[in-house]
C-alpha cells in the first residue's frame, strides 16, 4: 500500500504518465513547469523518485532525486519532491534548502506550506529531545525559534495548513519553557541548601486531606518509634491532618534531601517543617520537599 497524497505532494503519476501530471492545474503543482525540464532522462529519474517515495522508500526515492537533479537542477518541483524526501528522512535543515530552491525558481504556496510543515516538525522533535535532557532549555529555545519561523512562513489565506496546531504547538512550547525554567529553579534551590535541613514527603496518595499542599504551608514532624514497619519512621502533619510521611527510602526520597533514618539523631521528637514545593519534571521526577524549621 503506497503514501496517502498530502497537500505539497508532488501530484500522482496516473496512467497518462509524468509530463501529463506536470500539465495539473491544482494548486499544490508547480504551474511554471507544465512542459518540465525538457530532459527525458531527468523526467524519468523524477518520476522514479517520486513513485519510491510513494511506497515509503525515502532512500532510494533520495537517490533517484539527486539524479534528476544531477541532469536538470531548475526544475522548482523536483525541488520539492526532494525537500519532502529529505523531511521524511527527518533531514530538516536539507529539506528547508531545497524548499528555499524551489521557492527561488518558482514560488508556490504549496512549497511555503511543505516549508512551514518541515519546521513544525523539527520543532516537535526538538521539544521531544529536550524532555531528555538534564536541562532542556537551550533545546526549547531552538524549538520555539523552529516553531515560529513556521507560522511566519505560511503563506496566509492561500495555505492550506491548519493554522491552529501551529498555534497550538507555539504555545505548547512556551508552556514548556516555564515549565522547564520552574524545574531548574527549584533544582537549583535544593543544590544550594543544607541537605539536613531538607526532606521529601512520600504517601500523601494514601491520606485524604482537606487542604491541599502549597508552598510556605507549615507542618509538623512527629516520630513514631512504635511504627511496626519502620522505627525510624516520621509522620507529617498538617494541622492536625496526617499527609505522609519522611521517605527513608532512595526510590521515594530525591538525593538532595535526608531519609528518616539520616534526621533521627538530629531532630526532636517534635519539629516544625515548612513545605517548600513539589519538585516535578514530566513522569520521571516528582518529589515534594520540605525544609525543616530549627529554631535552635
Not at 5 to 18: C, H, L, N
Not at 154 to 179: A, F, H, T, V
Not at 200 to 210: D, P
Amino acid at each position: 500500500m503506497g503514501r496517502r497524497w498530502q497537500i505539497g505532494d508532488p501530484v500522482d503519476y496516473t496512467s497518462d504518465g509524468w509530463m501529463d501530471a506536470q500539465n495539473w492545474t491544482g494548486d499544490h503543482v508547480v504551474e511554471e513547469e507544465k512542459s518540465e525540464s525538457g530532459n527525458s532522462g531527468s523526467d524519468e529519474y523524477s518520476k522514479m523518485a517520486w513513485d519510491y517515495y510513494n511506497d515509503f522508500k525515502s532512500e532510494e526515492a533520495l537517490h533517484y532525486i539527486d539524479l534528476s537533479l544531477d541532469l536538470y537542477d531548475r526544475s522548482s518541483s523536483s525541488w520539492n519532491l526532494k525537500g519532502l524526501i529529505l523531511e521524511d528522512l527527518n533531514r530538516y535543515d536539507e529539506a528547508l534548502g531545497c524548499y528555499d530552491k524551489s521557492l527561488q525558481l518558482h514560488p508556490e504556496n504549496a512549497v511555503y506550506d511543505n516549508k512551514a510543515r518541515t519546521l513544525l516538525k523539527w520543532a516537535n522533535d526538538l521539544l521531544d529531545e529536550s524532555k531528555k535532557l538534564p536541562n532542556g532549555l537551550d533545546m526549547l529555545g531552538k524549538a520555539l525559534d523552529k516553531i515560529l519561523k513556521a507560522i511566519n512562513t505560511l503563506p496566509g489565506e492561500n495555505s492550506k495548513e491548519n493554522l491552529d496546531r501551529y498555534l497550538y504547538k507555539r504555545d505548547e512550547i512556551n508552556y514548556y519553557i516555564s515549565y522547564e525554567k520552574e524545574y531548574q529553579k527549584n533544582l537549583e534551590i535544593l543544590k544550594s541548601s543544607d541537605k539536613n535541613e531538607l526532606f521529601t514527603l512520600t504517601g500523601t496518595k494514601f491520606y485524604e486531606n482537606s487542604k491541599k499542599l502549597k508552598p510556605g504551608m507549615p507542618l509538623k514532624l512527629v516520630k513514631e518509634p512504635d511504627n511496626e514497619h519502620d522505627n525510624d519512621a516520621i509522620a507529617v502533619y498538617l494541622s492536625d491532618e496526617k499527609v505522609g510521611y519522611v521517605a527513608n527510602n532512595d526510590y521515594t526520597k530525591h538525593e538532595l534531601t535526608s531519609s528518616a533514618s539520616e534526621l533521627q539523631d538530629k531532630i526532636p521528637n517534635v519539629i516544625q517543617g515548612e513545605y517548600l514545593f513539589c519538585l516535578s519534571r514530566y513522569s520521571s521526577i516528582e518529589f515534594d520537599i520540605v525544609k525543616i524549621i530549627n529554631d535552635n
